[in-house]
């Protein structure tokens, strides 16, 4: 187990801090409505990357020049190395640069955080086995509630780049067609049974052509972020058979505003759960490419009293998000810097570790019942749901931020 | 009915002609591996936009100085109407400029054609009634053949930006996991059932954030390519559930390199269907919004004798483009300038009308007879499938160019 690597940024060395100098996290910051600029956290501050690149203090081509990660990601591997080195360099408890770098940190509290990078593309899996089995034994009952190919495909969608937002922007109540199944025909109205879902989201960091192994999908995610897929499931129901969710997933997805890096979880990695069927051999994990990473999902009320209503492990997957990544090039899908992998919902065994309302309310037919004794099937209007996630070593924590987004009351449409 | 639009570039003027004065559609070209300009086909011409923005005879602000019309499509219907009008006045008969624009006119054997917009998010649908029956009918029995929403809603799915590619791109036959339903598990191989589907893609040129109307949704559309969404049955029969079709779509879509713009297509506009149940208010259709375009694919073997392998028209479709348009906006997903939606595949009601080697092979059991007397089911190594359209006036016609690939054998994979 790898220890705290101390900070001159003292905040950034306690035990309870999910910044510190181990985490490195790349994000996207402004202050008083100013540009946005690449920043990275440490402790309770934000360092401002782009000052650094201008002061000539690290140098990677003016890619920290922008307000968005992907030309950075664009670079490879060897700079991805080299600016986590030169970062810990500069941080790292009694480093010469100390004194001269404090200029460049922003209280965490002045900055707004912004999307850390454009998504290219995004595309959703469903690859949690605990979800699967919850969603299918409510579709189609126990018996059948893994569909055939489950436990042979990281089965995956392409969902909608376009409405990804990064956490704290307010989320409306979506309209579309609901049909009940006793409803003769469907009606057009704001969706009564709004959603989310609990997932991590990897990021592409590094373009492919062709089909690429496992090992390499691997190499090429640049990091991960906490991503909410929020779904209007009584769209979905009606809209789904036979190509799949639509609508039902267009409406937003968060993802958290800090990129976890690949290596800052490198000392969490575990192994996919045991097989249940062999996989075709392009699908066999050459190592462990799970992480441990505990992650909860509070819904807090209009009164301001947060309930966890879930907590849960992305080591519950039973695909990696690298065997995601490598399905998804079989066919010769060309993968671009940008693109967004979601891990699909991350559910556990018990009902305290279910990622979505769905399957805590088993359907709406179990209403939860909050801390301050009011109950919940759905997201009702201003409601906001909070996931959060961490990895914790010895004596150190690597923090995910928070991924919150609040429901608002569906808009008249034309 | 309107007429021809005489030129001074005489080729132009024929009754054959695909690209007369009416047409003037936008594309890509560049000439000796030299930079992608924008451009438009006059006759057997291409007009360079780029050097007629150089020169100042025209003024954009410089959006076509680049090698993409993303830019220009940003500016708006404004600008969309008076680019239309300066290139009719430049090129009309009798037009002073005739003498002086004769240096930008590149012969178009020697221009190559490039991706004319880049793709910013594709989605597919399934708005044709006869393909959606056929496949039903094959899959479900007759009876079961329509899903029971696909009268209510114009299906669609999120495909792959990635992997669209320009008329002409060979494309390889990609693997996958395959699965015949007496096999116990799945394979991993090169599909053995790769087939075309023919579409028409409208191209949206105007962003909107929230839920817009089907009126509003027409007039964002710049223009129209034919679309072929190549498509491997096998790899989609075994992947397709509960999610939709995902790597069988991946492999490559081919559009036509020339925008044909709604402005050129308006003397064509004709009503959808018949409805066979009353639409829900937010889909009706305020006036005509599909088009009349003839289409055709050619199969052409490694011998090169071209078999006509269907007929059909775009006003086939049950829901036009701009009803599709406004549906993916129900729940507020953010539309940007740049996406590209597929029609969904465009069959008739006979045999020869269908749009599909899966229907006009009848899922591979009923072989289709070639001019030359070979037989396909699916399509083999190194045949080139050939989409091409138009819409015909009484003494023009607009034509859509080609839309070619050549499917080449399926290389190793790692």
Known sequence: MTRLLRSWVESANSKTCGFPL??????????DGGPVRCGTAIGDFVLDLHALESARIINFGGTLLTGAWNGFMALGRDDWNRLR???????????????????????????????????TEFTDFYAGRHHAFNVGTMFRGRENALPPN??????????RASSVVVSGTPIQRPHGQLKGPDDEAPRFGPSQRF???????????????GPISVAQAFENIFGYVLLNDWSARDIQAWEYQP????????TATTISPWIITAAALEPFRVPTPEREKPLLPYLAEPAPMLYDIMLEVG?????????????????????????????????????????????????????????????????????????????????????????????????????????AGKILSAKNVP
């Open 150 to 159: 489950w436990l042979h495909i990281p089965i995956g969608y392409n969902g």
């Open 85 to 119: 080195s030169e970062l810990i360099s500069l941080l790292k408890e009694g480093a010469e640069a100390a004194d001269s770098l404090e200029q460049y940190l922003v209280p965490m509290k002045n900055a707004d955080l912004h999307m850390p990078f454009t998504v």
């Open 299 to 403: 819904l807090t009320p209009e009164d301001g009293q947060e309930t966890i209503i879930s907590q849960t492990n992305y080591r519950e997957m039973y695909y990696s998000a690298a065997q995601q990544l490598a399905h998804h090039t079989t066919s010769g899908c060309p993968m671009r810097v940008g693109d967004l992998l979601g891990s699909g919902t991350i559910s556990g065994p018990e009902k305290g570790n279910r990622g979505s309302l769905l399957e805590l309310s088993w359907g709406g037919k179990e209403p939860l019942t909050l801390d301050t004794g009011g109950t919940r099937c759905f997201i009702e209007d201003n409601d906001t749901l909070t996931l959060r996630g961490k990895a914790a070593g010895e004596d150190y924590i690597i923090g995910f931020g928070e991924c």
């Open 22 to 31: 181990n985490n490195l996290p790349y994000g996207a910051f402004s202050v």
């Open 243 to 250: 190509l799949g969710p639509f609508q039902s997933k267009a």
């Open 195 to 209: 959603d989310i879902e609990l997932e991590i989201g990897a990021i592409v960091g590094q373009p492919s052509e």
